[in-house]
């Protein structure tokens, strides 16, 4: 049996303080899709998911997020946070949030919108990454 969905939050989190593409790619599904709205066309699949995933922490090595809210639903988790880092020797945090579609202990979607007026202004242009970079 998998995990839960709040053991799944829990361990999903860490994987992302951790930094660890493996960590985090083990717990979507074979099938699963992670798109970043604005950033990146949706990655479908765990080695599309690991490649994107891969991409996200070479661009910002410091990539941080601090939680401001979780949503647990029993096929969902959802996440609202500050995200921060540092990209081209420009530091930047904006909000954030998470839509995850979970089943069988197993992250089937991740949606992930992010302010990108405000991480734009930080950074300026935002960049493109995923399986092209």
């Known amino acids: 049996m998998g995990l839960s969905t709040d053991e799944l939050a829990m361990a999903y989190h860490q994987g992302w303080a951790d930094r660890n593409p493996e960590t ?17 066309e949706p990655a479908v699949g765990q080695e599309a998911v690991r490649i994107l995933i ?16 979780v949503y647990i639903g029993e096929d969902h988790i959802a996440f609202e946070y500050n995200m921060s880092g540092t990209y081209e020797d420009a530091h930047f945090v904006c909000d954030g949030a998470d839509v995850i579609a979970v089943a069988d202990g197993l992250v089937t979607r991740k949606d992930t919108y992010l302010d990108l007026v405000a991480l734009g202004d930080q950074i300026g242009s935002i960049p493109q990454f995923g399986a092209t970079v």
């Open 54 to 69: 891969t991409s996200l922490l070479t661009l910002v090595p410091d990539l941080h997020f601090e939680t401001k809210r």
């Open 24 to 40: 985090i790619v083990s717990m979507h599904s074979a099938d699963s899709v992670f798109h970043v709205h604005g950033g990146a």
